[in-house]
């Protein structure tokens, strides 16, 4: 048993491409004209088609305003809106419309015919009428289109060339090396060199190389004499050390202490 290899073909974004078209509306069926022109903006004229995607193209409407309805129905159809508040019901016939507004007569029929979601929405955004014979969209070349005539499919549009990658330095094979990281002995022999290269005396002596003070010991007064007794530049004793030694009274005899009488 032989199986296929073929894949099912589905539309990218790349293979669409989206022409503009005009058609003449003087003297057409509206609902005929709108089925027309509701399958040019689905995209069904194209071998391409996919009902979950846009794939088709602009459509202009010129002439509006000689649609016609047939069987006596611009008599009988009757347009309907509602403004959205209790009583807001109103309803226009098809004759007066036709009259005063064709462009929204011809909108609401091809809108019947499109997908009622935002796929449908995006597909007649693509449409634009006009009640005479001219248009604002010379600049995009349309294609005039007879009522009923299948626009010509010219096959997937060409890809484009893509940029030529930038190539590597010379000298250098795959482009610049990144620097190699350091390991765990490196950082703490580089640690250890900065630790050494610190001040022993001074504030910078002070302090740990976390950046802290060190632990039992206090900053050098900044003055020339630190403390009664004391020289400059010696070192300030701290608190347990200046408790551990006998207090004197005066300067050359040891501290009297009274008897206690019995």
Do not use: C
């Amino acid at each position: 048993m032989t199986s296929s290899t073929n894949k099912t073909f589905s539309p990218k974004a790349r293979h669409i491409e989206r022409r503009w078209y005009v058609l003449d509306a003087d003297g057409a069926v509206l609902g005929r004209l709108a089925s027309e022109v509701a399958k040019i903006l689905r995209g069904k004229h194209k071998p391409i088609f996919a009902p979950h995607i846009d794939t088709g193209d602009h459509v202009i409407v010129v002439n509006a305003k000689g649609v016609r309805l047939t069987g006596g129905k611009e008599n009988e159809k009757v347009y309907y809106r509602h403004s959205g508040y209790p009583g807001g019901l109103r309803e226009i016939g098809y004759a007066r419309l036709l009259a005063e507004r064709p462009n929204l007569a011809v909108e609401k029929a091809v809108k019947g015919m499109l997908p009622k979601n935002s796929l449908g929405r995006d597909m007649v955004a693509k449409l634009k009428i006009y009640e005479g014979p001219e248009h604002p969209h010379e600049a995009q070349r349309p294609v005039p289109l007879a009522l009923g005539e299948i626009p010509k499919w010219e096959g997937l549009p060409q890809p484009k060339p893509q940029a030529p990658k930038p190539k590597a330095a010379s000298g250098v094979k795959g482009g610049a090396k990144k620097p190699a990281r350091r390991s765990s002995a490196g950082k703490a022999a580089s640690g250890a060199k900065r630790a050494t290269a610190r001040p022993a005396s001074g504030r910078a002596g002070a302090r740990s190389t976390t950046g802290r003070p060190a632990p039992g010991r206090r900053r050098e007064s900044a003055g020339p004499v630190a403390a009664s007794g004391e020289k400059a530049g010696a070192p300030r004793r701290s608190r347990a050390e200046s408790a551990s030694e006998p207090s004197e009274k005066k300067a050359g005899g040891p501290r009297r202490t009274r008897k206690k009488e019995s």
